[in-house]
């Protein structure tokens, strides 16, 4: 049995309809480039006939994306077919995914049809699809609640008619594990000639249960998964990209694989993030803020120990520099005597004992613990001013202007100014400062964080810039989240030595 699973992304298309996440076309390209990138093997771009603006991103990606199928999807429509014909007119590679629902909800209560329409309009949709190109998928919406006889029954029609890839989607989210794999078993020993098309999961997260599924399918016959980035999709989302390949490549005893480039897992992710106003939650596996992070004091000595006591994947393998061991009132010896050796601080185990109790002290009564508060509990603070110093910010921004920001500071005893424009205001100060002191500079990420609450909040600014491979960080606090930004970024800047 061939044991290499295709990846059906399906991010600009399903992923896309999340309520004010709609991407423009020059943003689609952006992700269609990296999931190329990442190396899924077919990007469903769009729905053509929805808007004027489906149709013309699924054109431009067609053009700009070479190596990935390039898919659209239509309804059992004859005028959705021949539009997305149209809008596929330029892809190297190309797909019509058509389909209808076969459940009875869907047959009766949607449709207002019976089982036999049903069937022939899936056959028909099929046989117009294959007229214009050779690859056509065909979905059965609905098909974790259809009846498994009739459900072969089409299965087999669309097959005979010129289908080359069967979607079974558990479209509500309803199915159970073990119940969705039956089914794709089902269809695998009772559809004469299911060998000549590749069988497709398509799971939505209703129940938390799409990764899940997905793998039960896989295990049971199908071939393709369709899946999008961080599994963002319709009401809870749709099976994650990220887990269900990182469950392929951590259980080695499956013996499946795929052609992704896991490395680029993290990037993609940001970027989806990004382009799409979407944050990611802390807790979401692979790709969640906490992923590879650890507080509890038993795992942080067990990760410093051997990274394998708490992690099956190891951090690099997805994009990510390394675990984060972060510093609370749970945390042990180990993490904190790691943390101090890092800021250049040799402790005995007996003289730790004392930081110790004052860091324990400290961390009870605050939430964060960073270095300059290590520093002090070691008992040497700094010596000196910090290299480079934030001496004054004046910026201008509006409606009907371009933000532009004057930024000065104090780079080892010597005042530099640097005027610079951007996107917003944050971003014409970042701009200014790269631009003074002349480092190429990556900014990895940026977080915001209230301590107080009015409209005279205190804001808490965390920046983790990339430079030559390395990571830094900085960090500020002020009530101008703006100046707090700078500040932030300039602290950074200065520990790159």
Excluded: W
């Excluded at 190109?133 to 059965?140: G, H, P, R, S």
């Excluded at 400290?362 to 613990?369: H, N, V």
């Excluded at 944050?426 to 209230?450: C, G, H, M």
Aim: aromatic letters at 6%.
């Amino acid at each position: 049995m061939d044991n290499k699973i295709q990846i059906f992304d399906t991010t600009l298309r399903d992923g896309e309809q999340v309520p004010g996440c709609q991407l423009n076309t020059i943003e689609k390209i952006e992700v269609a480039r990296q999931l190329e990138k990442l190396g899924v093997d077919i990007i469903e771009a769009g729905f053509p006939v929805s808007s004027p603006g489906d149709f013309n991103s699924v054109v431009e990606i067609s053009k700009t994306v070479e190596k990935p199928v390039i898919c659209a999807l239509t309804r059992a429509v004859e005028k959705d077919i021949e539009v997305a014909a149209d809008a596929l007119k330029f892809a190297k590679k190309k797909r019509i995914h058509t389909g209808i629902g076969t459940s009875e909800f869907h047959i009766k209560n949607k449709l207002n049809s019976n089982p036999e329409d049903i069937l022939k309009r899936a056959v028909s949709a099929v046989k117009l699809a294959r007229k214009f190109v050779d690859d056509v998928e065909f979905y059965a919406e609905d098909a974790g609640r259809t009846e498994n006889e009739y459900l072969a029954r089409v299965i087999e029609a669309v097959i005979k008619a010129g289908a080359t890839v069967v979607n079974i989607p558990d479209t509500t989210g309803y199915c159970l594990p073990g119940e969705y794999g039956e089914k794709i078993a089902f269809l695998v020993n009772n559809v004469p000639n299911i060998d000549k098309a590749v069988i497709s999961t398509h799971c939505h997260n209703d129940l938390g249960m799409a990764t899940a599924n997905s793998i039960s399918g896989i295990l049971n016959g199908a071939r393709q998964v369709e899946v999008t980035v961080n599994g963002i999709g319709e009401r809870a989302g749709n099976t994650s990209l990220e887990e269900v390949v990182m469950a392929i490549k951590s259980h080695h005893s499956l013996n499946y694989e795929t052609g992704i480039d896991s490395r680029q897992i993290m990037r993609t992710s940001k970027l989806v993030s990004t382009l799409m106003r979407m944050p990611v939650q802390p807790n979401k596996a692979i790709v969640g803020r906490n992923a590879f992070a650890h507080s509890s004091g038993i795992h942080q000595d067990g990760v410093l120990k051997d990274r394998q006591n708490y992690e099956i994947i190891d951090p690099a393998e997805v994009g990510v520099k390394e675990s984060a061991i972060v510093l609370t009132a749970r945390s042990g010896r180990a993490a904190l005597k790691h943390r101090l050796q890092i800021l250049g601080y040799e402790f005995e185990n007996e003289e730790i004992e004392d930081v110790y109790n004052r860091f324990l002290d400290l961390a009870d009564r605050k939430k964060d613990i960073g270095d300059e508060d290590l520093e002090i509990l070691a008992g040497r603070e700094k010596k000196g001013k910090p290299p480079i110093e934030l001496v004054s910010l004046q910026v201008m921004c509006g409606k009907s202007t371009i933000p532009t920001a004057t930024v000065q500071v104090s780079f080892k005893g010597d005042v530099f100014t640097e005027t610079a424009s951007g996107n917003g205001p944050i971003d014409a100060s970042f701009t200014a400062v790269k631009n003074l002191v002349k480092r190429r500079v990556r900014l990895e990420e940026f977080l915001i964080q209230a301590i107080t609450r009015g409209s005279d909040d205190l804001g808490k600014v965390h920046v983790q810039i990339e430079h030559k491979g390395d990571n830094y960080y900085g960090f500020s606090a002020h009530t101008d989240i703006v100046t707090a930004s700078v500040e932030a970024f300039i602290d950074a800047i200065g520990k790159i030595t």
